[in-house]
């Protein structure tokens, strides 16, 4: 199968965890042998999410613009495009380290989005390490940066557009036929807007990453559309009548709320895969990835009327 793997970015480094390039190190390694494991059989994109990364750049350009005044912090679209190298860079050697045999290719992809998107008016995307409250909301009240809460913590939100077009498919496409798993749209790609002229430019936001996958994986005419997270998608999460569900449909899902912030875009994104009729989708934990492409572990997607299996 050709298979598209949208991988958070609380996979490669997990919640309240330290930011530290040893901690994203091992998670990548336990990434990189379940995904491994899979690749010998079937064309592999893997799309990974970047929150947590971009988040401490951001931090750190801040950190250094007190220290050096005279020095203008990077836009997010350059700091995004730095988490593609850094994120594809690991990924590629760990992969590479778990089967030397594999042909592994990172691209830096550009994603176009709309500068009309309602989505700069009401900041939702996630990124940086976690905060308690108290800390969200003294740093809200010395600076522009907006915090909403996550769990039982809060993190900074960004705007998060739509992703229109992917420029660099053709890209994706070639390196594919050649054999090649490839890491691209990482963070959900770096974001540009295109004038009359078709001149691009950067944009100051982040594009969900499940998304941008999820286009990704039409655009490709992919077989399968998995996003891996911390696990399955359950009905009530978090409540004493929480329940797995084990298969849904797009029209059974849409019996339930999911947050916006957290849930809510993956079900969106495996929805709209699974009603473009190309294939099957799946949620479920990374751990699990060689049993969810056996339909064995997860949440399957399928199309069909309004029906949830628990």
């Known amino acids: 199968m050709r298979i598209v793997l949208a991988l958070g970015g609380n996979a490669l480094l997990a919640r309240g965890q330290a930011l530290t390039a040893e901690n994203q190190r091992e998670n990548i390694k336990k990434a990189a042998a379940s995904i491994a494991a899979i690749a010998k059989e079937h064309e592999i994109v893997v799309v990974h999410g970047n929150g947590p990364q971009v ?22 679209d350059v700091l995004g495009s730095q988490t593609c190298g850094m994120v594809g860079y690991m990924l590629q050697q760990e992969l590479r380290n778990v089967d030397r045999d594999l042909a592994i290719a990172t691209l830096v992809t550009q994603t176009e989005v709309s500068k009309e998107d309602p989505a700069f008016a009401n900041p939702t995307k996630f990124v ?8 969200a909301k003294e740093i809200m009240a010395s600076s522009d940066m ?56 950067g944009v100051e936001c982040v594009i969900d990453k499940d998304l941008t996958a999820e286009l990704l994986a ?23 009548d929480q329940a797995e569900m084990k298969q849904a ?61 628990y």
Request: with cysteine; net charge negative.
């Open 249 to 309: 449909t797009p029209a059974g899902l849409a019996e339930f709320n999911f947050p916006a912030g957290s849930m809510g875009p993956k079900i969106d994104a495996v929805c709209q895969f699974v009603n473009s009729g190309r294939g099957n989708a799946a949620i479920g934990s990374l751990f699990d990835l060689d049993r969810i492409t056996r339909n064995e572990a997860g949440t399957l997607i399928t199309q069909g009327e309004g029906i949830v299996y």
């Open 55 to 76: 988040g401490l750049l951001m931090e750190q350009n801040s950190a250094y613009q007190e220290y050096s005044p005279e020095t203008t912090p990077y836009p997010m």
């Open 146 to 201: 907006m915090f909403k809460a996550d769990g039982d913590y809060f993190r900074r939100v960004v705007p998060s557009p739509k992703p229109k077009d992917i420029v660099e498919l053709q890209q994706v496409e070639t390196l594919l036929k050649a054999s090649n798993l490839v890491i691209a749209c990482g963070g959900g790609g770096v974001p540009v807007c295109f004038d009359d002229n078709r001149v691009g430019t």
């Open 128 to 135: 940086g390490p976690v905060y308690t409250e108290e800390r």
């Open 218 to 240: 039409e655009k490709i005419n992919a077989d399968l559309f998995i996003i891996l997270t911390d696990g399955s998608v359950y009905r009530n999460f978090g409540k004493e």
